[in-house]
């Protein structure tokens, strides 16, 4: 039963949106080099997937799939 209520709450948690503080600069360096990329979420997203990648912590096949820009 435990186990359930586990199952749920993480089902919840998957598409709950998360916050991220930094500084302003950073923030506007990091829209400036998300230009090419569909959205700042996506491309951080990519970075955070690149670095896991590299530390062997997510397999290539595990990375998420981004709609192509139009």
Not at 3 to 23: T, V
């Amino acid at each position: 039963m435990n186990n359930k209520k586990n199952d749920i709450h993480h089902q919840e948690n998957i598409g709950n949106p998360r916050h991220l503080k930094m500084p302003e600069r950073l923030w506007k360096l990091v829209t400036k080099a998300a230009k090419n990329n569909r959205s700042i979420h996506d491309y951080i997203i990519t970075i955070i997937e690149n670095d896991l990648i590299k530390r062997k912590m997510l397999k290539k096949a595990e990375r998420k799939k981004f709609l192509s820009k139009r």
